[in-house]
């Protein structure tokens, strides 16, 4: 059985454990960001506090899914690129042993991004890459559906990233950030 989690904004004084996670998660999944291992190797201190300060900056959300033994398992953040487009879902990554439905990890960071991006908006979006089918079929399964609108990858414009969106209902901020999910 799997130990409840809390969920919080990042700061910037959890810069070390941002990127520590940062690269667990570039190792994990590669094609899943916009950013390589490398690059993110080479970032100084300043930018990943900079990173941290998003968990409470305007327009900006970064959450982080955190053990009772202080063990960083999850991030999501979520930002606004601007008003006509609406929140973004990004940086979304899980550790491999706390993935599924029954841990619960991903819907109590998503919940708490969707009480957020309410504010925001009335839809959040987010874009995956063609070739990452786990992420696809776990955005599916929590209300995302594939927009048909594509875009080149970043690291590789021969491959597509697919946009998702999810209409989102009314989420009682109180109730997304309680601070943990049950067992």
């Not at 996670?21 to 190797?41: K, N, S």
């Not at 941290?52 to 033994?69: H, K, Q, V, Y």
């Not at 930002?79 to 487009?85: G, N």
Request: proline share 7%.
């Amino acid at each position: 059985m799997i130990a409840p989690v809390t969920v919080r904004p990042t700061t910037e004084d959890d810069w070390e454990r941002i990127r520590d996670l940062r690269l667990e998660m570039l190792r994990d999944t590669p094609l899943a960001y916009v950013e390589t291992l490398e690059a993110a190797q080479a970032h100084g201190p300043e930018e990943w506090r900079t990173r941290g300060r998003r968990g409470t900056a305007e327009g900006w959300l970064l959450l982080a899914a955190i053990t009772p033994d202080d063990r960083w398992v999850g991030m999501m953040g979520c930002y606004v690129p601007d008003a006509a487009s609406g929140p973004l879902l990004i940086g979304v990554y899980v550790a491999p042993d706390h993935r599924g439905r029954t841990a619960g990890v991903t819907d109590a960071l998503l919940s708490a991004v969707e009480a957020w991006a309410h504010e925001h908006g009335g839809t959040l979006r987010l874009h995956v890459h063609e070739a990452n089918a786990r992420a696809r079929a776990a955005y599916a399964s929590r209300g995302f559906v594939e927009t048909g609108v594509t875009e080149p990858y970043s690291l590789d414009p021969s491959q597509r990233e697919l946009e998702m969106l999810k209409h989102l209902q009314p989420v009682s901020r109180a109730a997304a950030r309680s601070g943990s999910m049950p067992p």
